[in-house]
């Protein structure tokens, strides 16, 4: 996949990720995107929207408790607020080996498909 492929699909997943515009830890307005686990372990997971959480500007990485600076206390958070059944569904897509191309990830995060690849 190209370089400008790739980004244009970051932008999407990040615009997707945030019109839930509330900080999953503590409500306040959310700044910014964050993936719960690491988009570094694979495309399986960079543009999942279920892995993805809009943090404030604080939860993300301003403050001592945030998921840049204190990353077991942020999974702890998250575990917490969202249930067994949802780190199992994450672990279960990281396991996936990728196999989708620009166009079906398009079609997922635009919501013309429910499958992601």
């Known amino acids: 996949m190209l370089k400008r ?10 615009k997707k990720i945030m019109e ?3 900080c999953a830890i503590c409500g306040m307005p959310a700044d910014d995107p ?5 988009k570094k372990q694979g495309n399986s997971l960079r543009w999942y929207l279920p892995n993805g959480i ?3 500007r604080q939860h993300h990485n301003a403050h001592l ?10 999974n702890t958070q998250i575990k ?5 059944d949802y ?3 994450i672990d279960r897509q990281a396991k996936i080996i990728f196999k989708g191309n620009y166009q079906q990830i398009l079609n997922y995060l635009e ?4 499958n992601y690849c």
């Open 5 to 14: 492929e790739r980004d244009k699909l970051d932008k999407l997943w990040s």
């Open 20 to 22: 839930n515009s509330r």
């Open 34 to 38: 964050h993936h719960f686990k690491t």
């Open 54 to 56: 809009p943090l404030c």
């Open 65 to 74: 408790y945030s998921a840049h600076h204190s990353p077991d206390w942020f």
């Open 80 to 84: 917490a607020l969202r249930g067994k």
């Open 87 to 89: 780190i199992e569904d």
């Open 111 to 114: 919501g013309r498909t429910n």
